[in-house]
């Protein structure tokens, strides 16, 4: 796998450039360079997923070599999420200050802790979880992503959905409970 990455990533990560570069959307005050490393993780992670299905469909007999085929899968994917509006980076517009809360920040010890604690509680949970619950914990929790993505992606129905979610729920407030946290509730 570190071979297949270290082949792959120079021109995953010059595809993702170039395609970020022609076709994000100019002047909505973000440099598409900041999406850069996400969106490659992105595409590593398309191709790996269900053993590497996108991967095990290329066909040398076809005309392409791998890193053209891993190239055009990148800007694929690329181009697809700008051009929805929900993953899109660039679809949010900034929230009104008038409307944002404004409460003091907490201090830069209090941040520390807490980021502290949620890294134990997702560390933990890492240890837990197979690879595929922890893509879908990704996907609910960090990413954000929609109820449907997440069911689409992983082939599931809601219901299965939420119910792994409940029990997930329930795992994370039992990591935070031995860790005498409150950050999973």
């Given at each position: 796998m570190h071979a297949l990455?270290?082949?792959l990533r120079p021109a995953i990560q010059a595809e993702v450039a170039w395609t970020l570069q022609r076709f994000a959307p100019h002047g909505r005050g973000r440099d598409p360079r900041q999406e850069l490393s996400d969106m490659v993780?992105?595409?590593f992670l398309s191709l790996i997923e269900n053993e590497g299905r996108i991967l095990v469909a290329w066909d040398p007999t076809r005309g392409r070599s791998l890193l053209s085929f891993v190239r055009l899968v990148?800007?694929?994917q690329v181009v697809s999420r700008l051009r929805s509006n929900r993953r899109c980076?660039?679809?949010e517009e900034p929230t009104p200050v008038e409307l944002m809360d404004l409460?003091?920040?907490?201090s830069p010890e209090a941040q520390v802790a807490n980021a502290d604690e949620a890294r134990q509680v997702v560390g933990l949970l890492r240890e837990e979880l197979s690879t595929r619950s922890m893509l879908m914990f990704e996907g609910l929790y960090v990413q954000e992503r929609s109820v449907e993505e997440v069911c689409e992606e992983f082939g599931l129905s809601k219901d299965a959905l939420y119910?792994?979610?409940?029990?997930?729920?329930?795992r994370l407030q039992k990591i935070a409970r031995r860790l005498g946290s409150g950050v999973a509730r």
């Open positions: 990455v270290s082949l993780q992105e595409v990148a800007r694929h980076p660039w679809t409460e003091p920040a907490p119910a792994w979610r409940s029990r997930m729920k329930r």
